[in-house]
C-alpha cells in the first residue's frame, strides 16, 4: 500500500469531499493506482499568509493554504486546523497553483482508498457508475447521468488527441472510498 495524490478539477472536489463521486475514470494507459493504494487530493490551491497584532503592539503571523474549490482557508503546518478567527488582514502570496503543483504537505488531511481498479473501454460506463461520478444529469438521449458525464469528459478530455467520447478509449476507472 502506497500513498499516493491524484489530481481533480476544482467543480468535482465539493463531490468527493460529501461522497457523492466515489468513482472515476483517468486517461491512463495503464493503472497507476491498485488497490489498496491511499489517495490523497491534490487541488487548485493559493498560499496566503494572516498578518494580525497582538499584545502589546506585536505583528503575529501565520502561513496557510486557501482551497478553490470551497474558499476553506487552514494553517500549513496542519490543515486539518482552519486558520485563527483575528481582527487581521489575510494576503494571498502569488497566484492560483493548479493541483498538479500541490505538494503533499498542502493536500487535505482526507485519504481515500482505493477499492476497485480496471481498465475498461469509455462507453462502457452505466448509468449507475456515471452518477457515482458526482456529475449533474445532462440532457441528452442515452441516460441523463451519462449525458452528464460526457459533457464534463469533453469538457476535461475533448482536446486530447484519441481520449475523445467519440474514440471510445479504453480508460482507467478507480473506485475509492474515505477512510474515515
Known sequence: MSEKGIIFCTELIPKILDG???VTRRCHKKLM??????????ECYIECELEW????GKMYSINGITYRADMITVTAKNTSKPMPTVDGVLKQVGAWKSGRFMPKWAARPNRYLVVDARMEPLWDITEEDAKREGVEP???????????FLIIWHKLNGRRPGWTWDNDPTVARYEFKEIK
Open 20 to 22: 457523492t463521486k466515489t
Open 53 to 56: 497584532f497582538g499584545h502589546p
Open 33 to 42: 493506482y491498485q488497490p489498496g493504494d491511499v489517495l490523497y487530493l491534490r
Open 138 to 148: 445532462g440532457n441528452c438521449a442515452g441516460g441523463p447521468y451519462r449525458n452528464g
